[in-house]
């Protein structure tokens, strides 16, 4: 649950730990206005030359034009890359560690040129745990910078947006794309929340019908998830607040709007959260009491069997003595005497028992 | 307990998951001031060149009087119905949005020319767990559009007091409207707290007679429904707080001081909230301790009995071997002496269970 | 609990739910400057012209002279007599409104021409819960009316000091003499504190002695009634904090020296408040580790017998067997070695338990 | 816990609970600047007429000169000598009140021409609770007022520094003395943390090594005491850091950064509580669960015993019937085939519950 | 967990617990600008003549140079040296004192010419436990002062990065080698959270796999460092926060950007140990919920054997009487019947056993 590559204690701030060997990332960029767009995609799989010819190519044109520049950068650790991109856009050290560095915290922050924001985007895995990628989006005024852990397609939707000039994405600046995005990975919160809806209602299920060992360890791991799910959502809402509060320049009063609505499902995905570990809380006393039933019906089994044949077998055994004076011994009708006293005596017990419930074979069938 | 209709992931904000073949809404519009009050009804049964001409008509006259216009949507599915609607009065794209996706978080949200209200109506299903309802209302300057996800009866009250002239409705403007319509849907709250509190006595009174596996499952729906209860009812006081601090222009100073009224009872129902979870949350304590409780009756009874009669058990097995030399086997009064001892032994037994206090049988009645 | 009046949903604000024919309530007013005080009694046992003449003339003297007027309306069901009051200085439909459907939440609001206090007065019942009765103030510049819910003493120790001008009341204004009955309300608290504490000792040595059922619902009435106790005084809290910070007009600063000394009052009790309700959360885990105690104590007694007994009584049956090759049997000394064989296991086996703490008498009469 | 003198309800405000024959207090005075001291002691043992000469000589000399006058009053309820005092240094009569009915909760007022402290001074019982009083301190300008509950010697290390001119007490003024002062009631703080420190030490070895019914009470105590100490410290911190605030002119600058040290030490205290809070609710949950523990080794004893030998007994029993005809009776080898039976079924048993480490000494001495 | 020297109560503000004859500590000074720079060791082993002669040319030094001159005292109890310290930089009392009593809170506080930082440096020990160190610094206009507790090596890697000239701490001032000093102290907390996330790693997979008697105690080990942990990291958040928002002259623009990276360091650590914090937490339901189902499986154990066999023995016992008139003894075949018979109630209880799950094999290895 908790994995990071730190960088040596007491390094010089902002040291990347990165692999001058690793593969150059597939950088796919757009350049558009109101009236035309462009793509570009500089592959990875390119020689060494072509791969950087072609990228100071886009870099280059963000500088000359007024268009709005999207570059997606979809890995993080090769070194080369990241300091030409760095150099271009003027990247402060601590801006390109908090990229490679992954993962951080998520956060906004503002830079001479640019904003910086870190935002977490998780994933259900099979076995219900969550993990959590970083993606780092620099905000410039006239160009959006996107850095992927790995190559994914949360974006596709956006990109689709930009070439059929959908909704108003194209006419409007860099903050506007920087908010589709960001709604984009928020978005990727909310089916996570619905499946793992759908696991406590399991769970509860299961809690009322059959409660079990694994009972108890998907409770656990469903409440480990929430923790995790929480962790990584609560940050956003700060971040998305400090942007109402209007103190970054760069995010207009028309994009303000939009990010109240991204607001608004951050305070929502909270509540689901919180609501969420509530119940998963309240299922270990469920689970508890469960165990605690089940001993009881055990109990009473144990409780009722004995108490009817071990004072009945008291009085075999008393018969079972060989006195030479026992007068009862001899008497013709001593036999079926006592064989009806001890069914009388057998009967009385089996029928306080009754009373008291301990019998009741729905009780003992339930939750057995 | 969490389920919600998506736009899908990255589209464009305020995108509509609409079914354009869905049945145009019942409409009922209001149009009034002091002296005269006129009332349309746009059925969604009638055929669609009529229904449009007759929400034209009403929607037109909003624009031309200076009477405050009310129009009731009783449901917010109809694509075209909502088109026109959004039109006429201006509203935003993502204001669409949160009429359609329900439910939303209440909140209330200032645009250009108009506020949004959007509040949760719940109600108290049979098997005593709650459903959330969306009421949205636009409040203008003139006019008030009230959403409703299905046909209810809520506004009655209300429709009585304009076509009465009760109260100051007629004479006061559409910030007025909007908070007698609030009132209304704030005041379901009540009775459901007073359900909520009579099952919870019914619970108390389980828990203190007959404590069962139904109790369990009681004690946990009623936890869950306050949770949810809870959850529907914070974010109003958010709502009216802000329009308390005078956030709005549109909400004038004398409706504030009617506004202030609905934010004590938020509140107020709030506390009770509160007040139920923590009882709630004390009955499962009570559960817990009155099974062990059950558990401690159950096992005195075992070993009552057993300490008992295993002993003297023993004793019989002792004179039911068959040694050839065992003398107390040949003395006469060897049997009685032994019964003699073997009653002495059990009635000390028992005395000292009945200083114990384990014999009780108050104690075990009273929890059987 | 929980059990209230309530108007009808969607009512006119300020809809009163009251008997038309209820009783009149007896009115005691007080007019008093520093240098003279006149006493007047309303009773409602006059008839009703009588009664009304009485009253009016009552008020009207309010009106015309400059000295304090202290109305104490002794119940508030009468549908008369709150109209002319109402009338006669000015009250806002939701005052009248927030005087009638008790219980309000405590809290401070202000009105054009008047401050309206609602507080909370609370008593102690015989089974140990609370009933907590509205107080309703309406504090002028003035005047000072009081709304009780029953005809109770509270206030006689205030009209002893108008009547015998002990302290500074008859030389302060109506805002001292509503200071000094909110005194006299929150005053009531302590007592209540005092004997919950008393209580809360008793279940605590109880808990130590001999813990019972009785004591778990003991335990669970204290968190009740502390639970009650807690939501009634919070909410004075911020009326006498809005006071300090100066929101009201009508209270001056040598007043707010005095409300400052109620303030810290109020502090103190929910201090009290919460630590009792600390101590009683920590009850009920002593309880619940006190009954697994007693399960420990009765299965060691069951263990200890059983263990000592059952080995025996096999070696009983196997000497009870009726093979004829058993060579033991005829031995001479079969019998008396059997029988010291069997006595050196027990008394090991007692050692063994003794050595375990098993035995200690100390701790099972302890928890007898 | 909870033991307080009220004034009756609804009696005047500031009321005095004096007993007008108690004895005259032991007064203390230090009047001093840089060059000289005059030290007087005025001793409750005097005759009446002699005590007050003696009280007003000192209080007049406070009236005359610049020099900082410090008088400690011993005990606070004698009616005659508080009247003096309270008149010469023009006390408002909440502050008498505040001196008079303790334990007042710790807090800090402006008056006119002074500033009330009221602060609480612990002491750790015998028992292990924690008994609290009430000291006053007054600040004027030129002098300084302190009234124990008790006569102490908390505060004879200042007196020291005063006679000594150690520090820089001397230099400054009265502000700096009340600094001093203060310092040294709290100071009494940390001999306490470090008692409770060693005690919760105590009951965690315990805990490990033989947890018993004493445990339970002392972590019950140690939960209280604690309780009682954060509810005695917390306060204090709003009074300093009101003082940083710079709420109150009578502290000046260079005052102000020693009274921050305080506050610091008040704030680590809090810390300190708090974890040692944590860490006594943990071990609830050790005592719970080493309950647990230990029942389930008795458990295992019982099972291990009973599962040996009720079967074998059972076998023991067959052949103890008196069946005419069963063949292996006569059989020469049934006695010893059947002893071996019973050997292997017996071994086989304690080998598998040894598999299932039910046998495990090394656990059962642990815990037993 | 708590232990610390105190100075007497009552004694004058700032005095020194300091032991005349320890021995003088390692002073290491680098005196450094962008150009050139010079390192210097004084050494505690030195005689006193040498070493103070030494010293003061260091001081002596700071004075006259515009360059940043950093004094590394690696131990703080010998006096004298720590009044030459203090003399030459105009340490005020009570900073001395925060240096010398460790250890205190961590805080930040400004004195005239320069800003005192206290932070704490954790250690996790062999035992999983964890010890803090005081590190304080003093950052003056053109100095630092760091003081520790004992001699570490934990400033190695800024020794490194000031004599290579390595990023850009050569060309700021102290301010950026104060931030270099605190953030080498705060990335210490790093790999202690990474030991500790793997440590409740382990004890989660004991706990499913194997809980037994040292799992309680290493959760309660780990719940313990947790806590320690979270009590020294967060007061360094409100140091630098407070240093982000300005409120301190001497740390510059450029420097606060570098800061608030460490700030984003601590928030993360904190979210990390709440996180931890909670996962301990559950950890204590699953281990009682194990010991309940390990109680259950001992005693579904008990029960099936001693439901089995105890009503076979019975009926063995019935024929083990010596009654003379028992005609099934004297039948021939009564013997076998009745072994069948026996057979078949025993199969029959052990076929309800299995439908009940208390016999599955499965469950009863899992746990055992």
Not at 177 to 187: K, P, Q, R, T
Request: glycine fraction near 4%.
């Amino acid at each position: 649950m908790y994995r990071k590559k730190y960088a040596p204690i007491g390094s010089v701030p902002g040291t990347l730990v990165l692999d001058a060997n690793s593969d150059r990332p597939n950088i796919q960029s757009f350049i558009y206005d109101q009236n035309h767009v462009e793509e570009n995609i500089c592959s990875g799989t390119l020689d060494s030359t072509e791969y950087f010819k072609e990228l100071d190519k886009i870099i280059s044109s963000t500088a000359k034009s007024k268009e709005v520049t999207w570059l997606d950068i979809k890995s993080v650790l090769n070194e080369e890359t990241l300091k030409r991109i760095a150099l271009a856009y003027s990247l402060h050290d601590l801006t390109i560690s908090d990229i490679v560095n992954v993962p951080q915290r998520p956060k906004i922050e503002e830079q001479e040129s640019y904003v910086l924001i870190i935002l977490a985007i998780p994933t259900l895995e099979e076995d219900c745990t969550i993990s959590v990628e970083q993606i780092s989006i620099v905000v410039g005024t006239n160009y959006v910078l996107t850095f992927q852990e790995h190559d994914r397609d949360v974006f596709n939707p956006i990109r689709q947006r930009i070439r059929q000039a959908k909704g108003s994405i194209r006419k409007s600046g860099s903050d506007h794309l920087a908010y589709a995005l960001i709604d984009a990975i928020i978005d990727n919160y909310f089916p996570i929340l619905e499946e793992i809806g759908t696991h406590l209602e399991e769970i509860e299920e299961e809690l009322v019908d059959n409660p079990n060992k694994s009972t108890l360890s998907d409770i656990y791991t469903a409440k480990r998830t929430l923790l995790q799910l929480r962790r990584s959502i609560w940050p956003h809402r700060e971040i998305f607040s400090a942007i109402l509060r209007d103190e970054f320049k760069i995010f207009k009063k028309t994009t303000r709007t939009f990010v109240r609505d991204i607001y608004d499902h951050t305070v929502e995905i909270i509540d689901v959260v919180e609501t969420y570990r509530e119940l998963a809380g309240g299922f270990m006393d469920i689970y508890l009491s469960s165990i605690s039933n089940k001993l009881n019906d055990v109990m009473k089994v144990l409780t009722v069997i004995s108490t009817i044949f071990i004072p009945l077998s008291f009085f075999a055994g008393i018969y079972g003595m060989n006195f030479e004076n026992m007068p009862e011994l001899h008497s013709k009708y001593g036999y079926p005497i006592l064989l009806v006293a001890m069914f009388v005596v057998g009967a009385t017990m089996l029928f306080i028992f009754w009373k008291k419930g301990w019998l009741s074979s729905e009780k003992i069938s339930e939750d057995s």
